[in-house]
């Protein structure tokens, strides 16, 4: 029996794309709000081969308020999970005001659109960059912010304070903002997965891209940190596990046990890797060497963070079930299989 109707905005990028392949596994409908801007029409298909459904899709710009009348008022939305947003700390910091922009102006429209279409569960994708460089590790949800170190992360921090505002006066609509730490690896059928625009900003696209030799090597940003072998420590987090954490957001909305209509959890795996602790892990699982080399610090990287996984474990029931070595495995093989058989079918 289906369970009801999610409107997924940005469901046709990376981390949408494979949390409407779980919404379709566990009896829901997924519709998809997108305006293609860091994405693919063809991850429908993907969605549909690995799924056996494929979602309705709306191409819409979340910046244009009318435009968002294309979708039907007779269609029935159980909830909606937020994605679509731009999410390059680099692009951010060379042209602040398209992501202030496109980021908060999406999401002020998704929140009149909960209110006007009655829709009272919504997810919102936030980040861990919230935190910053955070002093006490690991950051629970009670670690206080710091000033964003790039403006994709204030837009992160001020769309959390829009909620929250809008929250007060409109106490009908339930939401949970989900601090994401770092999602990497793919789908197991390697049909779907990371593809970055350009110049990777993330370990693993940067690093299986190296692996398949269209980049040289490998950049690792700073040696000297005080960590284990000096390179920086992230908390990654399977893509297919965070997609599960959606639904575990969702259902508890819907089960009626929240103490109020806002709440926040931290998704990541709980585990520190250094990104010499990755390549190696990489290198574990292919049987390959990676070239990689050691270089600067980068501007606006933290040395070290790492979530604290209690309180999704706790309210949600979340615990990811995935680790480092299904991480890489599983972003190799998808970058295998795209440059072997997806790539060539578009150009
Ligand atoms: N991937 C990460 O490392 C990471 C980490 C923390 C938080 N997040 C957040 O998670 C969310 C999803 O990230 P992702 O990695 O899947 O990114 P993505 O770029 O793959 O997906 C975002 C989707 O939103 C769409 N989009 C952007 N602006 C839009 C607009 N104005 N109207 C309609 N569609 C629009 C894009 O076309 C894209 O398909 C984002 O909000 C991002 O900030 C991502």
Redesign the pocket.
């Known amino acids: 029996m289906m369970k009801g109707n999610i409107l997924v905005?940005?469901?046709?990028?990376?981390?949408?794309?494979?949390t409407c392949i779980e919404l379709i596994n566990s009896g829901y409908k997924p519709i998809i709000?997108?305006?293609?801007?860091?994405?693919d029409i063809q991850?429908l298909d993907r969605i549909e081969e690995i799924a056996g459904e494929r979602p309705e899709f709306f191409e819409?710009?979340?910046?244009?308020r009318e435009a968002l009348n294309q979708i039907p008022k007779s269609l029935r939305i159980d909830a909606l999970i937020?994605?679509?947003?731009?999410?390059s700390v680099n692009e951010s910091v060379a042209d602040p005001l398209m992501y202030y922009h496109?980021?908060l102006?999406?999401l002020v429209n998704i929140l009149r659109f909960c209110t006007e279409r009655n829709i009272e569960h919504l997810v919102?994708?936030?980040?861990?960059?919230v935190y910053g460089d955070a002093k006490e590790l690991p950051v629970t949800e009670e670690t206080p912010l710091q000033k964003a170190s790039s403006p994709?992360g204030n837009?992160?921090q001020i769309s959390e304070t829009i909620i929250l505002d809008y929250l007060k006066v409109h106490p009908e609509l339930n939401t949970i903002s989900l601090?994401?730490?770092?999602?990497?690896g793919a789908h197991p059928s390697a049909k779907i997965g990371?593809?970055?625009r350009g110049i990777p900003?993330?370990l693993l696209p940067y690093l299986t891209q190296t692996a398949v030799g269209l980049r040289d090597e490998l950049k690792v940003f700073g040696g000297d940190y005080n960590t284990k072998d000096g390179s920086a420590i992230r908390d990654y987090i399977h893509?297919s596990d965070l997609a599960e954490a959606h639904l575990k957001a969702f259902e508890f909305m819907k089960s009626g046990k929240m103490t109020s209509n806002y709440d926040l959890f931290n998704l990541g795996s709980g585990n520190g890797y250094t990104v010499l602790e990755v390549i190696k892990s990489y290198e574990k699982v292919s049987g390959e060497k990676l070239p990689y080399q050691i270089v600067d610090r980068r501007p606006g990287d933290v040395e070290k963070i790492w979530a604290s996984t209690e309180k999704a474990e706790k309210i949600l029931g979340f615990t990811p079930s995935r680790g480092i070595d299904d991480i890489t495995k599983s972003a190799w093989e998808w970058e295998k299989h795209y440059r072997k058989n997806i790539e060539k079918s578009i150009s």
Do not use: Q
């Open positions: 905005s940005g469901g046709s990028g990376y981390i949408g794309s494979h709000v997108d305006n293609l801007s860091n994405s991850s819409i710009n979340l910046c244009d937020h994605f679509a947003a731009f999410k496109n980021n102006e999406s919102f994708s936030s980040s861990c960059t994709y837009t992160k601090r994401y730490f770092n999602p990497a990371e593809l970055p900003n993330n893509v």
